[in-house]
């Protein structure tokens, strides 16, 4: 992985009524290999009438190896700004500045293209440089690799030295040991130490699956969360899918996990827990034997990923803010009353939907 110069502008717009664009238009109209899909998403973004600057950062689909490309990306705005990356991570971000005497509604609409497959099981497996894999076992602030951490990753692989039955049972520890709570906000914080050593192993994907990414991390394996959002309907579980057009809380991260001669794996056991409580089914039940089967090596790419950007800095953000979460998985906002709520659609006044073109 290259690291890239800190927040690099990949594209500019002057002030007043601004269209950008990443367009690629051969692409996203050609006919797609077999078992490809190509999904539409529209957000659409209107931020407070506050007196003073504003800025808007979104994330962007990301482009990733053989189940997910990018075909076009469009947006409208007044705001000063373009397309940016981080540099840790190099996670394409859309940031958008308005100024403090810029008149008019301070709106966005962003239109983005984007194409998957499934990933299903060895074949899924992608390739990573030895400094990537190096990269993703190194420690986080959210993803520690010592302590609490280390000694429970030794406890649960104690005595098993080959790499997939180590991830597995990883993997099993994990979907045995949590439980999905609906009652946590968003996807959860993704603290993997505050977790282990509270005891409470509960909450939503970023905890489940943030401790997945963290055990393995531990373990010696390269792990990373991929964050990302619900684009439709799920072949296996309803409640694996988004329920509708309407995507604007389907936020979903996942995990995946760097196996010799595999490569890139994915996993989700954040995934099986949700269909435990969702659908009312006990942990030792065949579908949920099965499903555990399943979502260890696949993931069904009704799912967008936007980046795998753990405690993100955003070091132009307006008064230097920090995200109000350490991922960016949701729209984020800065204005000199503070953050709007990223977690309420309707209050930050942000919507995204989602349609699969077939055509």
């Not at 597995?168 to 959860?188: F, H, I």
């Not at 010696?220 to 439709?232: E, N, Q, S």
Request: aromatic share 8%; net charge neutral; hydrophobic share 40%.
């Amino acid at each position: 992985m290259q690291r890239r110069a800190l927040l690099s502008s990949l594209a500019a717009l002057p002030a007043g009524l601004a269209l950008g664009s990443l367009a690629r238009p051969a692409a996203a109209q050609a006919s797609l290999p077999a078992g490809w899909r190509r999904f539409e998403l529209t957000t659409e973004v209107t931020l407070p009438e506050t007196p003073g600057p504003a800025q808007l950062w979104l994330p962007l689909a990301q482009t990733a190896g053989g189940y997910q490309a990018g075909l076009d990306l469009r947006w409208q705005s007044a705001a000063r700004g373009g397309i940016v990356r981080d540099e840790r991570y190099g996670a394409a971000l859309l940031k958008l500045d308005w100024a403090a005497d810029q008149a008019g509604p301070r709106r966005l609409s962003l239109v983005q293209t984007v194409a998957t497959r499934d990933r299903d099981g060895a074949a899924s497996g992608l390739a990573a440089t030895r400094a990537e894999r190096a990269f993703w076992l190194e420690p986080t602030e959210s993803v520690p690799v010592d302590g609490i951490v280390k000694a429970t990753a030794d406890r649960i692989t104690a005595g098993i030295r080959e790499p997939r039955a180590r991830l597995r049972a990883l993997y099993d520890w994990v979907v045995d040991n949590t439980a999905r709570n609906p009652e946590t906000p968003g996807c959860g914080l993704g603290d993997v130490r505050g977790m282990l050593e509270s005891g409470n192993l509960s909450g939503k994907c970023a905890d489940i699956n943030g401790l997945m990414t963290g055990l393995a991390r531990a373990a010696g394996f390269p792990a990373r969360d991929v964050y990302g959002i619900r684009t439709a309907a799920s072949g296996q579980f309803r409640t694996l899918g988004a329920t509708s057009t309407d995507i604007s809380k389907a936020q979903h991260c996942r995990t995946e996990v760097y196996l010799e001669q595999e490569g890139w794996f994915p996993v989700d056991p954040a995934y099986v827990r949700k269909v435990v409580l969702d659908h009312k089914l006990a942990v030792d039940s065949p579908e949920i034997r099965a499903l555990r089967d399943r979502l260890f090596g696949h993931w069904e790419m009704n799912w967008i990923g936007f980046n795998s950007a753990t405690d993100i800095v955003l070091p132009e953000a307006l008064g230097a803010q920090k995200p109000n979460f350490a991922f960016l998985m949701y729209p984020c906002a800065f204005t000199p009353a503070g953050q709007p709520d990223c977690l309420d659609p309707a209050s930050f006044r942000y919507a995204i939907s989602a349609r699969e073109l077939t055509a």
